[in-house]
């Protein structure tokens, strides 16, 4: 039986630390650079935490975000020797649920919507992976925590952590003994 992957999708397949920052910029005219975020609570990194929190419940904040470097290819080649599912906590933000289904839908039509979970609490998910970006989720996995690099992680020493999709790909085909 092939081993699981849960794959989270914001700042692991879908760049919304990116897409955070533009929107930002184009709603209150102030840029903030990626640096400025490092190790900082995602919305507290922009110089007014509720205006910026207020984005994610605009139309459109999950729908444009882009999509991370490597992720597609990533996914592809993972779904080779892996179950590979996308799950998402999409329930907190109204508009994130329908969003997010166009979204993998538009940049992942490789992945089934059997193999696609949103949830409020990702503790109920059991596969033998779990890649995500916030120790929340990580924390109690009950297969193999993996913290994929974000600037609200950075100084975060938990989980065996990857900073990009060859890394992440490189990790896992280890574990399984593929490379």
Known sequence: MRKSIAIDMDNVIADIETNWINLYEQEFGVRVSKEELLGKPEDFAFPDPEAARSLLYKPGFFRNAPVMDGAIEALKELQEDFEVYI?????????????????????????????????????????????????????????????????????????????????????????????
Do not use: Q
Not at 104 to 115: N, R, T, V
Not at 131 to 137: A, Q, S
């Open 87 to 179: 799950v998402s906590a999409a329930m907190e933000f109204p508009n994130s649920l329908p969003e997010k289904y166009d979204w993998l839908a538009e940049h992942f039509p490789f992945i089934s919507w059997k193999y696609i979970i949103f949830c409020g609490d990702k503790s109920v998910i059991g596969t033998d992976f779990l890649i995500d970006d916030h120790l929340k989720n990580l924390d109690f996995h009950k297969g193999m925590p993996i913290l994929f690099t974000a600037g609200h992680n950075i100084n975060v020493t938990k989980h065996t952590r990857v900073d990009n999709w060859i890394e992440a790909v490189e990790l896992l085909k280890a574990n399984i003994g593929v490379i």
